[in-house]
């Protein structure tokens, strides 16, 4: 297999085809976040707008209105709340991720950062961060699942900056961090679409083990196209989680992330990553095996391989 | 009155007779704040327990205990989460503001921001906001009220800080900062202590807004101290509500901070920030009129007059 065509032919997530009754809630999700964000102090709501706006996949609120349509959820729109909470968690960590980072693109357009400076762009994800608890209270139990996934989220953040900063960055260090930073909100996506619709317990779980493996897939693809990609074709920064370092660094050693690239590159390294994340969506799709075919089971399993697939 | 006087006969907040049940919950919420923010992600715990265990004046989880208490709660215990999430809300936003006005010194001790560096210290932050959501996810419908208030607290900042890079501060601006920034946490926490005891709703709302004005005359006095106080004395570093345009500015302008501070020391100001202080606690305890005579509402009563007379 040429990973490589394949990341030719990619075709965006967002093309894929949803139920319709998915879609339509989907779309109340956007409206759901602008709305969320509403505030009289301007640089709060402008700069959320700033973010939400400029899109991005989607692929966790489409998890968890996917999910909860797969194991017998008929009204998606009882969801949407959550789905924008999940999206919220992941934005608002977006937001804090560039002013760590330096990111100065993001989904297309400058970063909160580059635009409102580092003191608003802190506030801004603290903002969206709080919000998610706005849209969360009324779902009662699910309250602790975003919250341990969010605070997982958190972890794996600091253990990546830490693995950076202490040049610690092994397979298994790497895995531990992905499994955190990204995985456990995918996973609570999955679960939490599950729960609402009242899933019996191993549907629920099923569809919490396919965020999760999904979700590792979805950052060692991101995490290569980071490597692979160009800042314009990805909307953000490309290269930065090497270039992160500089952060503790007295200097920009350009020259440093450069070469490690370049090495990077050179090895087996991206073919390896594409088949983990391959075989991570098949086992993630073999998780499905015990939920009833439906319109949305279908949209999950494209998603999943959209996930591999796609160039952004 | 001589203002300066009081300040100098001040007595710790802390010092003042708690009814026993009451300071035996309190001693819960340190240990659960403690056990809250364990994880194998070291940095986040040292950074944690490294501002947790520096203490505090604890006012916010008093104001919760006390609440419950004077309205008829008979089990403190009970209240012991939420009263540790409403100080864990306010940990957070210290933690986060040391990052943006370069805050070396909080609670006696290093900030975290000055320990660990600024990456770690807005990752720390985020971690204490999460965990608010885990204490918070068995209380059901009371969260909404603390993400109110922790939106507030976090509008409240931003406006503060878009009124130093506007230049813009104003008194009506003052009022509306400090109205969100503080006052609305503490009103949480005065409204939160008393549904967890299913105060009457006129109690409850009598305890809210004892919350509330403690809260303004709270952030007027630490203001004034702000002013007035020095570093040692303090537990932080002085002057720097004045000194954060700094980040904004490309250059440090000492001499300007130095100047505005001599400028409002000399006038009337400190002495009407201290009436205007006193009358907000005036009336916080003519709120209390109608929550019946109690070891609790004689404590909530020190407390009140006890933040206008500390000296830190």
New interface residues.
């Given amino acids: 297999m040429s990973t490589h065509q394949t990341v030719q032919a990619a075709v965006p997530a967002s093309s894929h085809q949803l139920p319709e009754i998915v879609q339509n809630a989907l779309d109340r999700v956007e409206s759901l976040m602008l709305s969320v964000v509403e505030?009289?102090?301007t640089?709060?709501r402008d700069a959320s707008y700033h973010i939400l706006s400029a899109g991005g996949k989607r692929v966790r609120p489409r998890l968890v209105l996917l999910a909860y349509s797969a194991v017998g959820g008929k009204d998606p729109d009882f969801a949407t709340p959550v789905a924008a909470a999940v999206e919220l968690v992941h934005t608002a960590?977006v937001v804090?991720d560039d002013?760590?980072d330096h990111g100065i693109v993001r989904r297309g357009r400058p970063s909160v950062n580059a635009l409102w400076?580092?003191?608003?762009a802190?506030?801004t994800?603290?903002?969206l961060?709080?919000?998610v608890?706005?849209l969360?209270?009324?779902f009662?139990?699910m309250?602790?699942i975003?919250?341990?996934a969010?605070?997982a989220l958190?972890?794996g953040?600091?253990?990546q900056?830490?693995a950076v900063k202490e040049n610690n960055f092994t397979r298994e260090v790497y895995y531990k961090i992905i499994a955190r930073k990204t995985a456990a909100l995918f996973r609570a996506a999955g679960e939490l679409g599950a729960r609402l619709a009242h899933g019996q317990p191993e549907q629920t779980e099923a569809l919490a083990n396919f965020g999760y493996n999904v979700g590792l897939a979805f950052q060692i693809i991101d995490d290569v196209l980071d490597l692979t990609g160009d800042t314009e074709q990805l909307g953000k920064t490309a290269g930065i989680d090497l270039e992160q370092g500089r952060?503790?660094a007295a200097v920009q050693e350009k020259d440093v992330i450069t070469s490690l690239k370049e090495k990077v590159l050179q090895g087996d390294a991206i073919h390896e990553a594409y088949e983990q994340a391959q075989q991570l969506v098949t086992l993630a799709i073999s998780e499905l095996d015990i939920v009833p075919d439906s319109d949305a089971k279908t949209s999950l399993i494209d998603l999943a391989h959209l996930i591999v697939e796609r160039s952004y």
């Fill in positions: 505030s009289d102090v640089v709060l960590s804090h002013i760590n400076g580092r003191t608003f802190l506030l994800g603290d903002f961060f709080t919000k608890y706005e969360m209270a009324p009662k139990d309250n602790i975003l919250a341990d969010t605070v958190v972890e953040e600091t253990l900056a830490s952060g503790f």
